[in-house]
């Protein structure tokens, strides 16, 4: 199979250039490795240093620049998306490819992320290496299990069902683009199965420099899970819960918030999606404008 690599990036040289040297360590290498960022400042020096990594540029926005990968990739078999802060473990791709022959079904397989720096205050790289020096592998390397989506840090897609159905992320989600990642992989899914692969594992650092301020994550949190169900993509079960979560955790924690995290800012943005759905006026580009 050929097997590339597509990073978007933006505001993180250092760290990118650290995710490249772990791919050096590839038990089965990539075919292609692609970075996109939407300026010379996302890469640094990067260029002169990986030599055989294809760096492009495309307007600011994760979609955008995924599909700018995307129509850089080639006629390849596989392409596995990860976040510029995302550690993968040497055998990550020599699982994807076990298991992409297993099951010919699978349109999208996700990883086995075994720390995750997002969901607090994020993980340095040497603790990262340290994590994934640490880390036993399953019993049974090309174990497998049914996925409800993709997970954007670390997913891969056969890329003969996104030519058939044409298939790209959705540039209507700016920026950060929460949630482009279920988007996409579940609109994937009349076309193969979604599975987590037990074997590919990984280390999500969650970088907190160059995420999207408080008050625009939030209004993304409660705007773009509507969008997403009213198109089709994610179901309405999970939408409203979904949105309904975050607006009482941010406010939940708001009086005592986390240092790394804007609740209430947050919260101010849950409410003016909120308030924006009520008039039908709520977009997800809305958020440009706050």
């Known amino acids: 199979m050929r097997i ?10 250092d760290t990118l250039g650290e995710v490249l040297l772990e791919l050096d360590r590839q038990t089965r290498a990539p075919d292609r490795i ?3 960022g939407a300026g010379p400042e996302d890469v640094g020096d990067l260029p002169a240093r990986f030599p055989g990594v294809t760096f492009l540029t495309a307007p600011a926005g994760l979609p955008r620049q995924r599909n700018a990968i ?12 990860l976040d510029d802060d995302f550690l993968a473990a040497p055998e990550w791709l020599a699982v994807l490819e076990g298991v992409m022959a297993a099951h010919p079904d699978c349109a999208v397989a996700t990883g086995t992320v075994i720390a995750d720096g997002a969901k607090g205050p994020g993980i340095t790289v040497a603790e990262g290496r340290a994590i994934l020096a640490a880390d036993a592998p399953p019993a049974d390397p090309l174990g497998v299990e049914p996925a409800f989506n993709g997970y954007g840090c670390n997913m891969a897609v056969r890329l003969a069902p996104m030519r058939a159905h044409g ?41 907190k420099k160059g995420r999207v301020p408080g008050l625009r ?29 975050h607006c009482l955790i941010n406010l939940l924690r708001s009086a005592r918030p986390e240092p790394e995290v804007d609740r209430w800012g947050r919260f101010r943005g849950n409410m003016i999606g909120l308030r924006d759905l009520a008039r039908g006026r709520a977009h997800p580009g809305r958020v440009l404008e706050l």
């Open 217 to 245: 994550l939030g209004y993304s949190q409660v705007v773009n899970p509507i969008y997403l169900a009213r198109k089709g993509s994610f179901p309405w079960n999970h939408a409203i819960p979904s949105a309904a979560r």
């Open 167 to 207: 298939l790209r992320f959705d540039e209507a989600l700016p920026l950060y683009a929460w949630y482009e990642d279920i988007d996409l992989t579940r609109r994937l899914l009349p076309h193969g199965t979604i599975l987590r692969l037990h074997g590919a594992r990984g280390v999500h650092l969650g970088v």
């Open 34 to 36: 692609l970075v996109c």
């Open 4 to 13: 590339a690599i597509g990073i978007a990036t933006r505001g993180r040289p």
């Open 70 to 81: 995307l129509d850089a990739c080639g006629d390849g078999d596989l392409l596995l998306f």
